[in-house]
């Protein structure tokens, strides 16, 4: 049974810095696609940044230039590093692969 355990969401200012963390068990993640999403209050859950098991990536226009999205085969760990976080970054996020879900991390941007 595939599980993925978010950390590191939070309450930080406008302009702040946020690293998430994902750690997998269950699974051989090294040849797992791995991906967050963002569900904002009253919206659908997006894509946020998805990495392929060769390390490419590819983020929303909404973030690109922001965050940063990164994995460590040896750790099981897939990170979400968020920087010059905006008020509309404001969401629960969640890690994803193909078959499962995490339980999702609150991130809170609020002055």
């Known amino acids: 049974q595939v599980q993925l355990v978010e950390s590191g969401g939070g309450l930080v200012q406008p302009g702040g810095s946020l690293r998430l963390s994902c750690a997998a068990s269950?699974?051989?993640?090294?040849?797992?696609?791995m991906a967050w999403y963002q569900q904002a209050p009253g919206k659908q859950r997006e894509l946020v940044a998805r990495?392929?098991?060769?390390?490419?990536?590819n983020y929303a226009d909404s973030v690109k230039g922001r965050f940063t999205i990164s994995r460590d085969n040896a750790k099981n760990t897939v990170y979400l590093q968020m920087n010059s976080l905006k008020l509309e970054d404001t969401a629960v996020y969640y890690c994803?692969?193909?078959?499962?879900w995490g339980q999702g991390t609150q991130v809170t941007v609020s002055s």
């Open positions: 269950g699974t051989i993640f090294s040849m797992r696609t």
């Open positions: 990495i392929t098991s060769g390390g490419s990536t």
């Open positions: 994803y692969t193909p078959i499962a």
